[in-house]
């Protein structure tokens, strides 16, 4: 996993005094990032053009003009008539090189983006909101310097945003880049470093960004061994059956040495793979409840808490979200992995104490409520969203492989079942967590099918083949 930060200041600032580099330097090698991807991307004697803010971020994108001018034709704009010193230092230094400053914007081939940097925090005015708007429509490779202007730290619109192809951040990676909302604007992220090594530039973190490589796949090294060393899953089967036996489904596929549906109804039928049952039994260790499971009267509610509570682990999802009964589990039993959406976890921030939240509010604040959370209830949180949060006691653990594909109903209670069969396979709830949103990703990111026709079917069958890859 690599290490996220609400901005890298500190870093900068502890590289310069530490280490005895100058900003001078560090400028020079995020220019020289900058130019270094302009040669791997864009053919020699194209048209560039930076567009430039008022700041250091500018300085960066001044700087690598500056560096590729006489292999490239290229231009500058300037966003305002204000710059700070190190700007005007660098825009000197280009237009001696033979950066041609422009006062119009024309064709391009690529287009680097120094407008602003990541402490952007105020709303943009119209001016500059038409001025990304106008570059957006532009159709040319275009580059983001540091975090692509108009997302602030906490990665979101400050009234219009910048759309890359790559996002180069300097130094090391900043946590807006990985909000729900910057997905549609950072393109590739790559980090340059600044001169230094990535373990020398980093501080310390609480947030991290989880890598293919963090999945850890329920292999069977033994050879003597049997069924109910892997688990007795069960899962709990509602209103809606069929999102039960797309956990059920997955839990198998994920390695579960055997999968019971547990169901009042008499008329279910289910995979024959799966276990049909009436209720849950001693043996039935791990469980999973809340998809499709409908809303439970008081005497059910009573009578599942007592079962549940007595369980080595569980999943609760969906329709588990809204229930009172759901809180109290959470006090009362550690080994609890609860996977929310947005909107359920509305509820559950209200039923938790925290207060009302909109969705809205969740989106914009992702990382910091769900950290609010994993203080106060000490079970794992899966926030699930185009980049799925992992909250445990404190620390964030961000899943960024989700894909629109995956944005249909019954995913989420695949989701379900992986987790609880990591659990039921001798994987701790973070562990847990971190291998089953990396296999749920993953699942289906080598598919031949389009993205839209993409189904839990797929999911199901995609675990077959991962590897860390």
């Known amino acids: 996993m690599k290490k996220l930060f609400l901005n890298t200041s500190k870093l900068d600032e502890t590289a310069c ?42 300085a960066d994108v001044a700087a690598a003009l500056r560096m590729l001018s006489g292999e490239y034709e290229c231009e500058l704009f300037l966003a305002f008539d204000k710059q700070n010193e190190t700007l005007k230092t660098q825009l000197d230094r280009a237009f001696k090189l033979g950066v041609k400053p422009v006062k119009k914007i024309g064709k391009y081939k690529c287009i680097i983006d120094g407008i602003f940097g990541s402490g952007l925090n105020r709303n943009l005015d119209k001016k500059t909101i038409n001025l ?58 790559k980090v340059a470093d600044l001169g230094l090594a990535a373990s020398k530039f980093e501080g310390a973190t609480d947030t991290f960004r989880l890598l293919k490589s963090d999945m850890n796949l329920p292999f069977r090294i033994k050879a003597n061994t049997n069924k109910s060393e892997f688990g007795h899953v069960f899962i709990v089967s509602g209103e809606l059956s069929g999102a039960a036996q797309i956990a059920g489904k997955s839990a198998l596929a994920m390695g579960a040495g055997l999968v019971s549906i547990v169901s009042e109804s008499k008329n279910l039928i289910t995979d024959p793979l799966l276990m049909n049952v009436s209720s849950i039994t001693e043996k039935m260790a791990y469980g999973a409840l809340g998809m499709g499971l409908g809303k439970l009267d008081e005497t059910k509610k009573i009578e ?91 620390k964030i653990y961000l899943m960024p492989y989700g894909s629109a594909a995956l944005a249909k109903a019954g995913s989420g209670d695949a989701l379900s079942g992986i987790i609880i069969s990591l659990l039921a396979q001798g994987y701790t709830t973070l562990d847990a967590a971190i291998s089953g949103t990396l296999a749920h990703a993953l699942s289906v990111r080598k598919s031949k099918r389009n993205n839209y026709s993409i189904t839990p079917k797929d999911i199901i069958k995609g675990l077959k083949w991962l590897r860390k890859k």
């Open 132 to 189: 990304i708007n106008s570059l957006n429509e532009i159709k040319a490779y275009k580059i983001a310097c540091d975090i692509p202007s108009g997302l602030n730290e906490l990665g979101n619109s400050c009234g219009a945003v910048f759309k890359s192809d790559i996002t180069i951040t300097m130094g090391a990676a900043k946590i807006g880049l990985y909000s729900d909302f910057a997905k549609d604007f950072t393109g590739k992220i």
């Open 304 to 394: 599942l808490f007592n079962t549940l509570k007595n369980k080595k682990a569980l999943v609760l999802d969906a329709d588990m979200c809204y229930e009172e009964l759901t809180i109290e589990l959470l006090k009362s039993k550690k080994e609890i992995v609860i996977t929310p959406h947005p909107k359920e976890f509305c509820s559950l921030l209200e039923l938790g104490g925290f207060g009302k939240f909109s969705v809205q509010e969740v989106q914009e604040n992702r990382f910091e409520i769900a950290r609010m959370w994993s203080k106060k209830f000490p079970n794992v949180l899966v926030l699930k969203g185009a980049n799925t949060i992992i909250a445990f006691e404190g």
């Open 17 to 58: 005094l530490k280490f005895g580099l100058s900003n001078e330097i560090l400028m020079e090698n995020a220019a020289n990032a900058l130019a270094k991807h302009v040669h791997k991307r864009v053919k020699k004697g194209a048209k560039i053009l930076g567009v430039c803010g008022s700041g250091n971020n500018a």
